[in-house]
């Protein structure tokens, strides 16, 4: 189980630092196409890190129901 955090932390950081530099590259060069990118990856970084929300609930939500009349 933390090494699925460890991956998902890792990847949404990747993705994260990927929009950040895409997003200084469209500042520095004034391109709308480093501007789609770093939406894009934002985009990603959102959906990164909702799955990793949404899978920590219903992993507790599962417990919980697991151990109720334990």
């Not at 933390?2 to 060069?29: D, E, H, K, P, Q």
Request: hydrophobic share 60%; charged share 15%.
């Amino acid at each position: 189980m933390v090494s699925f955090r460890w991956l998902l932390g890792i990847v949404s950081l990747l993705l994260g630092s990927g929009m950040a530099l895409t997003f200084l590259f469209y500042i520095v060069n004034g391109n709308d196409e480093w501007l789609k990118l770093s939406r894009r990856l934002r985009h990603w970084v959102y959906l990164v890190l909702l799955f990793w929300l949404n899978f920590e609930v219903w992993r507790r939500v599962l417990l919980i129901i697991i151990h109720w009349n334990g």
